[in-house]
């Protein structure tokens, strides 16, 4: 198993820019989140996702969207970026939506730097 | 406002001694509480999870404790080597069926020769 996969590593956008980082699991894991991490703060949830078809938002949502079509991938899409988006970008998932002791694996994360 | 605080915020030892990271939080209700390791440039890997009626559990050299009562946790990692330098995250779930976990802000451990 590759785990929880994210790409690009790295990214710089410029303000106004959209884009999407990707996040894959071949884990055949129901739960899916994306969490953003700064410097001298906590990791923050963005939005989160129980399954296919089904997402919703976290802590800090604003400026982000996503979408889930399939168990495997969970797309994370910046509309519109802008420096306070920066920051490295983490995505997880769980075996189960229903048991909350389940073990979250993280992905490598994704660093981007909005000009 | 449910908040997780960790102490220190970094943390300097030497090779072959013991450490221990302290995490006290405000979350109510509560239904567990995660450690996870992350070294730099990584993702947070999970060391471990235990619901409020555990009070330790053990992974290698890694024990965490919780004290319900206090509301304190903390991790203690014994014969350390260099590989443990990380930062090192206590995270706690709301309740069951909550998604969301409340991040503290991570001590950094440096271990040196």
């Known amino acids: 198993n590759a785990g929880v996969t994210q790409t690009p590593k790295f990214q710089v956008l410029k303000t106004g820019q959209s884009m999407t980082l990707q996040c894959a699991q071949d884990m055949n894991h129901e739960y899916m989140s994306w969490y953003r991490q700064d410097p001298g703060m906590g990791l923050r949830l963005i939005h989160y996702s129980v399954g296919a078809g089904i997402t919703d938002q976290g802590e800090v949502p604003n400026g982000y969207n996503v979408s889930r079509s399939t168990t495997e991938d969970f797309p994370l899409r910046l509309l519109s970026a802008a420096p306070s988006q920066t920051s490295v970008y983490f995505c997880?998932?769980?075996?189960?939506?229903?048991?909350?002791?389940?073990?979250?694996?993280f992905g490598p994360g994704t660093r981007l730097t909005v000009l | 406002k449910n908040q997780v605080e960790q102490s220190p915020q970094s943390l300097i030892i030497l090779e072959g001694k013991n450490c221990t990271l302290q995490c006290n939080y405000t979350v109510s209700p509560f239904s567990n509480l995660r450690w996870y390791k992350q070294d730099t440039g990584r993702g947070p890997v999970s060391l471990t999870i235990?619901?409020?009626?555990?009070n330790t559990k053990s992974n290698g050299r890694y024990t965490a404790t919780l004290d319900a009562d206090t509301k304190q946790s903390s991790l203690h990692i014994t014969a350390s080597q260099l590989s443990d330098s990380a930062s090192y995250i206590c995270a706690l779930n709301s309740g069951a069926g909550s998604y969301q976990l409340t991040f503290g802000k991570g001590t950094k451990l440096s271990v040196i020769p």
């Open positions: 235990m619901t409020f009626s555990e």
């Open positions: 997880a998932s769980s075996y189960s939506s229903r048991v909350s002791t389940d073990t979250q694996y």
